[in-house]
């Protein structure tokens, strides 16, 4: 083995430019990382900046350097879509034939029967929307009646907003575990989930309560090292995006700042051959919700934080930063973007990175990681790691 530990962050949303095939998804143009330091004046970030990112594409404050600390590089999707599911899941190795379904006119009336039937109660909504905006204009109504809302969005997912005062938190759960179990067959979603909010009339707001339910995933990386008998610790939502399945540990942090205290900790003291880490506040704060400057602040924070998780690193271990799509804040779309995700791979027993270039599938980081520790051959991707 060339490294006994392969930690993966993953910036959730961070794009680095559109894919080739961004006409089919409403994404041309765009660029979550360019586009977000253009609209604020410029990114500080010294430590991506310094591994190679301003290489990899146009990025304003930050640029290229000829003697990148990282081997960088980008790479294309080759699932359809542009969820967080499909993204992690072609990382760890899945390279999904179809896409999963999306409802850009609301879900179809037999599984809104279906799902009131096995709740109780009506529901309102049943539109795709923002879910900051959803909750002000049904709010009144759910807090009013007890149903709760249901929305969606151009991803492959069915959003149940519900307030914590109307109906508790376990109940919550529970009607989102009877969702999961309806939503199969043809319109299996990615992912269900749980929307909690708080507030009172005009000013409603979502709290960290949230949960995923997503869909079970296929044999990956994360189970090819369980059943190698090598542990695998997971922080943020990766437990949720993989069922659990193959994870050995893990920290259930829900905002940034929390998942980079975790990853530190981790980084230093886990014996886990694979950290896999979700950084989502980038996506689902600022990308979701047009906003370059939280986008930009929440970069450059995470960029002040890398020096430490640098500096922890044993010398026998490989750092991949990357992204599982885009979600460029700048669009008119508050939507995810296709895009490619940056890719970063630092070693201490590397000197100077040199360019991996475009990668075809996000699969060449599990098949990096099986071919390092002597797993038997994933279906997709090529690995990378003599050039490492």
Known sequence: MKFERVIVVVLDGVGAGELPDANLYGDVGSNTLSHTAEAVGGLVLPNMGAMGLGNITPILGVPPTETPTACYGKMREASPGKDTITGHWEMAGVVLPKAFPTYPNGFPHEIITAFEAAIGTKTLGNIPASGTVIIQALGDEHCRTGYPIVYTSADSVFQIAMHEAIIPLARQYEICTLAREILRGEHEVGRVICRPFIGESGNYKRTQARRDYPVMPPPTILTALHDSGRKVHAIGKIYEIFQGQGISSWAHTTNNADHTTALLEAVQNSESELIFANLEDFDMLYGHRNDPQGMAQALETWDSHLPAILQ??????????????????????TDHSREYPFLLAYSPQREQGICLGNRETYADISQTIRTNFRLPKGKFGTDFLNDL
């Not at 922890?312 to 779309?333: M, Y």
């Open 312 to 333: 922890a690193l044993r010398p026998a271990d490989l750092l991949i930063i990357t992204a599982d799509h885009g979600n460029d804040p700048t669009t008119p779309s």
